[in-house]
């Protein structure tokens, strides 16, 4: 098979940068906890590059994109990519050995469950935690991949996540709310970010990273893919300094950590939009972004919900925003794989969208709440609420910092 060079390369590179987002997920994290919790909630992210990857290989990769039961999910047929060759490409179009492919997409269902992580910070065990993850990657992620991005009934009926709006930020969103609500607050709500340099350093790998998330997710080399890259860049700039500015307005400060939130916010929320829409569109979309994740943010704080590091509000809320904006301003003169949304006269796109996105919200509060409460019946979820303040030492018997 004479694959596609460019392509290739330029799909390793991609997948390069995705696999880049789950340490830089740990470092964003690992800056907003206390120093009492830091190797908790980095080691959250990092193992699931080893839970998610053998699940992957073994059944998951298979349950996405192998063959189809109910529109639901795949089947076994490519369970521990049996049948898979080194000469064997995604498509014909694309020309890229399925190798990449199978990679590439890996790196997603990598990231998408430590996200979820931030919301329980410091009250979760590892145990506990561990077994989670496995389950949400079975009944909630990687249904969603097939139904969106492996040919299932979402797909059928027209829905469009050009880079996981839905799939990952929508669902994880909402598992983690779930799971705030689960768990319950914890001891002491009064921890402070403990590190800005580690968020800062965590937000730099997220932003560079997610170039090969939304880039990436066109499988090849074209305008499409230069037009995903750049709405990228636009919409976290345009949400960050919209985030700075009302956070400077309402403090009267302007805030390095609020400035770094809007960022990764606006980087959420144009991801199921960044190949369909144009750059004007994208910088809408940032701005939409910073305001209403804000907001959302804002929240959450009078609710009292103890979602530790803003989940939710950010990748939640932000990954369902992007949806509805993607439903309302979606353009096929920017990529004819698209659709146009209700704003250029696609009521039905914008309808089913919306419903996807809902569902999916829906879907992924619901049943990570029922994970959760299965788990606890057999391994307790929460630790002791009194070793909370040590939790790397009690977890782990490791600290992070020596004095």
Not at 292 to 317: R, Y
Request: one cysteine or more.
């Amino acid at each position: 098979m004479n694959f596609d060079v460019g392509s290739t390369a330029f799909m390793l590179i991609a997948t390069s940068l995705v696999m880049l987002m789950t340490p830089g997920l740990a470092f964003f994290y690992g800056g907003l906890v206390g120093r009492k919790s830091v190797l908790t909630i980095m080691m959250q992210s990092f193992v699931s590059l080893g839970i998610t990857t053998i699940l992957w290989y073994t059944i998951g990769f298979s349950l996405c994109f192998s063959g189809d039961i109910g529109g639901i999910i795949g089947n076994l047929d490519l369970a521990f990519l049996r049948g898979v060759t080194i000469n064997d490409a995604h498509s014909a179009t694309n020309n890229i050995p399925l190798l990449v492919f199978i990679a590439y997409q890996m790196m997603f269902a990598v990231i998408t469950p430590a996200l979820i992580t931030g919301a329980f910070a410091d009250r979760i065990k590892f145990k506990a935690y561990l077994i989670f993850e496995v389950l949400w990657l079975l009944i909630v992620y990687f249904p969603f991949v097939h139904m969106i991005w492996g040919g299932g009934i979402l797909a059928q009926w027209g829905v469009l996540d050009y880079a996981g709006g839905i799939v990952v930020h929508a669902t994880a969103g909402m598992a983690a709310l779930a799971s705030v609500f689960f768990v319950g607050k914890r001891k002491s709500t009064k921890t402070e970010p403990h590190s800005v340099p580690l968020i800062a350093i965590g937000t730099a790998l997220l932003w560079f990273g997610w170039y090969g998330f939304n880039a990436g997710s066109e499988l090849q080399v074209d305008g499409v893919t230069a037009a995903a890259f750049l709405n990228t860049d636009i919409a976290a700039s345009f949400a960050s300094i919209t985030w700075l500015i009302i956070e400077w307005k309402v403090t009267g400060k302007p805030r390095f950590i609020g400035f770094l939130t809007g960022a990764v916010a606006g980087l959420a929320t144009i991801t199921p939009a960044a190949g369909y829409v144009g750059q004007g569109t994208a910088a809408i979309i940032g701005i939409t972004a910073g305001v209403i994740c804000f907001l959302a943010v804002e929240f959450k704080n009078k609710k009292g919900w103890d979602d530790a590091l803003d989940v939710w509000g950010v990748h939640g809320v932000g990954g369902i925003t992007g949806v509805i904006m993607l439903a309302l301003l979606g353009n096929v003169a920017v990529n004819p794989a698209g659709a146009n949304g209700l704003f250029y006269g696609g009521t039905n796109f914008f309808l089913v969208e919306v419903g996807a996105v809902l569902f999916a919200a829906v879907y992924g509060f619901v049943i990570s709440y029922i994970i959760l409460k299965i788990i606890d019946k057999f391994v307790p979820v929460r630790i002791d609420p009194n070793d909370e303040a040590e939790i790397d030492e009690v977890v782990h018997g490791e600290t992070a910092y020596l004095i």
